[in-house]
């Protein structure tokens, strides 16, 4: 299926569900994002005005920032979207699909994207940061290099990453569990900042990315292959799992 990626835009965009009816907002300015925590609501900024980026000579149009807010105890999250590790963005809307909310930070360059990369353990943007914090359980998604078409899961949760390498393996794919600078364990890292401090982490290989879409520019990520469907459908239905295990938690836990 087609995905869209819409265009750069100054103000932010606002959409929020309303008994299932989306009402459309637009405004020239900043929503702090502790307004939203009991509401379904997508945004999107080029001009996240409090984030102190570690990066230099980076102008405001040639990054973006979006999310959509749930009343999900799951986050799915790409500090790499866009044209930083192409396919990532649209790996996280579909998995997040209508249930769980998402975060992307997405590079907006036609190349050269390679300076908008922020480490998981160093990126603290205020929104980004918020989300992490209101969800129990988050999923990281990354790409990385390699030749090899392959899954590399990884973090803290290591009974919830043991269930994703065994549903992708299931599924057809090669997946392992990610070492080393991959591994996803550090505490800082972005998947394990959730209320459990312990979370899941996926890398996928860019010879993998490069089968699940038309090809990895801009516009042959809008087109995606039979195999993205089947990545989806599975990691859904674990993250479903997931989801149902986090309920039969204590309180005092979550």
Request: charged share 25%; with cysteine; net charge positive.
């Amino acid at each position: 299926g087609a995905i869209f990626m819409p265009e750069p835009v100054r103000k932010l965009n606002i959409c929020i569900e309303i008994h299932g009816e989306p009402v459309m907002k637009q405004e020239p300015v900043w929503y702090n994002v502790s307004t939203v925590v009991q509401r379904d609501m997508f945004m999107t900024s080029v001009d996240s005005r409090s984030f102190q980026a570690p990066f230099h000579h980076v102008a405001a149009d040639e990054y973006r920032i979006e999310w959509y807010s749930r009343i999900s105890n799951i986050l799915i999250h790409t500090p790499h979207g866009g044209g930083i590790e192409p396919g990532t963005s649209e790996i996280v809307r579909a998995l997040a699909g209508n249930d769980f909310s998402w975060y992307c930070f997405e590079g907006l360059r036609m190349e050269g994207n390679n300076p908008l990369h922020i480490t998981s353990t160093r990126f603290d943007e205020p929104v980004s940061t918020g989300m992490l914090q209101r969800s129990d359980v988050v999923l990281a998604v990354h790409g990385c290099r390699s030749r090899r078409k392959i899954i590399f899961v990884g973090g803290l949760h290591r009974e919830w990453t043991d269930w994703f390498i065994a549903s992708f393996r299931q599924a057809g794919f090669s997946a392992e569990r990610g070492e080393q600078n991959i591994s996803g364990i550090s505490p800082r890292n972005l998947c394990n900042r959730g209320r459990l401090r312990k979370g899941i982490q996926i890398e996928l290989t860019e010879a993998l990315r490069l089968d699940l879409f038309e090809s990895l520019d801009r516009v042959g990520r809008r087109r995606t292959t039979p195999l993205f469907d089947r990545l989806i459908q599975t990691g859904r239905r674990t993250l479903f799992d997931i989801a149902a295990a986090v309920q039969t938690l204590p309180v005092t836990v979550r």
